[in-house]
């Protein structure tokens, strides 16, 4: 079973600073997301990385893939209050369409 | 497309009671997952589904937990008997491969 692991698991940081999310899952996958989840409502899809060295950006918000690591980031920079959520990483297994979840970072940003 | 919808958003019933959940997947999509979020469990998948056929079901919690798909557009996670341990939010989400769609989940509470 692939394993997908998320640090830290909680993430206080002021306006303004960088900082980086870390996934790191346990078998090959070439496939790689990166989900918000605001409180009380469903997940929503950031990014979708689906080869070795991918990144992507939107706004404030980077990620990137790196499949020989098996490692993937989300790099915030110059946070804002906005972001504050939680951020989950996901893997799909190669063979399946399964998809195996992180515990999620939960992220506050500090005025 | 008016996205994955599920029904109801939330649903309060109490001990011993049978609880049926409702999922409709986005249109031409052939994959279907059920999760379950709790604050100590984190994210769980229960159960997902390939072209209407359950492929794995090892998340499912017990006997009193069931899913069905009698049809690409519609799927029921039902619950009987129903116990407090159970409260919890449940999400389905449907993905045409390479990426999940979540629908708002249901708030499920068990008295």
């Known amino acids: 079973e692939l394993k997908v692991e998320q640090n830290p698991l909680f993430l206080s940081m002021q306006e303004g600073k960088n900082y980086t999310i870390y996934c790191n899952y346990s078998t090959t996958s070439d496939r790689l997301y990166w989900y918000r989840q605001d409180p009380g409502k469903s997940l929503e899809s950031l990014f979708v990385?689906?080869?070795?060295?991918a990144v992507k950006q939107e706004g404030r918000l980077m990620a990137s893939l790196d499949t020989k690591a098996r490692l993937s980031t989300l790099h915030i920079t110059a946070a804002v209050h906005d972001l504050s959520a939680t951020y989950f990483c996901?893997?799909?297994?190669?063979?399946?369409?399964?998809?195996?979840f992180g515990t999620g970072t939960s992220l506050t940003v500090i005025p | 497309d008016a996205g994955v919808i599920q029904s109801p958003r939330h649903e309060v019933t109490e001990m011993g009671q049978e609880v049926t959940l409702r999922c409709k997947p986005i249109?031409?999509?052939?994959?279907l997952f059920w999760y379950r979020q709790t604050m100590m469990r984190g994210l769980e998948l229960l159960i997902y589904f390939n072209n209407n056929v359950p492929i794995d079901d090892s998340g499912m919690p017990e006997d009193r937990f069931s899913a069905k798909m009698p049809n690409a557009s519609f799927s029921t996670l039902k619950i009987q008997p129903s116990e407090p341990r159970d409260s919890a939010v449940y999400f389905c989400a449907s993905s045409p491969y390479d990426e999940q769609y979540f629908g708002p989940g249901t708030r499920l509470t068990v008295t």
């Open positions: 249109s031409g999509h052939n994959s």
């Open positions: 996901a893997a799909s297994s190669n063979t399946g369409n399964q998809f195996y």
């Open positions: 990385l689906l080869s070795n060295g």
